[in-house]
T-cell receptor, first 114, second 111 residues
Framework: NAGVTQTPKFRVLKTGQSMTLLCAQD?????MYWYRQDPGMGLRLIHYSVGEGTTAKGEVPDGYNVSRLKKQNFLLGLESAAPSQTSVYFCASSYTNRVQETQYFGPGTRLLVL | DQQVKQNSPSLSVQEGRISILNCDYTNSMFDYFLWYKKYPAEGPTFLISISSIKDKNEDGRFTVFLNKSAKHLSLHIVPSQPGDSAVYFC??????????FGTGTRLTVIP
């Protein structure tokens, strides 16, 4: 039982390049989330998914797209990376969307956009 | 605008003593509060939570206190252990799918 895994762990991009971050969970969770963490700020929700095939915007969705084609995977895409997207990205999942339900986080992906 | 604030970026405590981590919030609609713990190169892990209908919740060495009138919560760890050294995030929610996190406090427990 690996929990929540993220690929890659670290990536350097040039401005304008695109990439996809992959999140996978093996806990059969319905809900999945993408957060970013920046210095001096808490984790902020980018997008989330309430089930296979459904996604919704979070607090800071601009510049990102997501897809949930399979229940266990949640992809975060950057179509044209900008230096402002330099951040640590965390994926999380939970069985329900009740706030009392613990969200399980992956180890993070560190992204540097030059 | 940061709705959840942790004004102390770091805290050092001697092993065996009490650690007190503080968190303030501005949104009176928050009705559930959580603390997460994060080790380097790992994701945050859930530690303890409290509903707004309570003012205290205890789990072993960890106790969270909520003061709604002051919009303040705190996490007490007693006794502190070296393994507690980590970054602690408080988070607050008004309901499903929205957690607002603080900036984190790095706790160092000195052996």
């Amino acid at each position: 039982n690996a929990g929540v895994t993220q690929t890659p762990k670290f990536r350097v991009l040039k401005t304008g390049q695109s990439m996809t971050l992959l999140c996978a969970q093996d806990m059969n969770h319905e809900y999945m989330y993408w957060y970013r963490q920046d210095p001096g700020m808490g984790l902020r929700l980018i997008h989330y998914s309430v089930g296979e095939g459904t996604t919704a915007k979070g607090e800071v969705p601009d510049g990102y797209n997501v897809s949930r084609l399979k229940k266990q995977n949640f992809l975060l895409g950057l179509e044209s990376a900008a230096p402002s997207q330099t951040s640590v990205y965390f994926c999380a999942s939970s069985y329900t969307n009740r706030v009392q339900e613990t969200q399980y986080f992956g180890p993070g992906t560190r992204l540097l956009v030059l | 605008d940061q709705q959840v604030k942790q004004n102390s970026p770091s805290l050092s405590v001697q092993e065996g003593r009490i650690s007190i981590l503080n968190c303030d919030y501005t949104n009176s609609m928050f009705d559930y509060f959580l603390w997460y713990k994060k080790y380097p190169a790992e994701g945050p892990t859930f530690l303890i939570s409290i509903s707004s209908i309570k003012d205290k919740n205890e789990d072993g060495r960890f106790t969270v206190f909520l003061n709604k009138s002051a919009k303040h919560l705190s996490l007490h760890i007693v006794p502190s252990q070296p393994g507690d050294s980590a970054v602690y995030f408080c988070a607050a929610s008004t309901g499903a799918n929205n957690l607002f996190f603080g900036t984190g406090t790095r706790l160092t427990v000195i052996p």
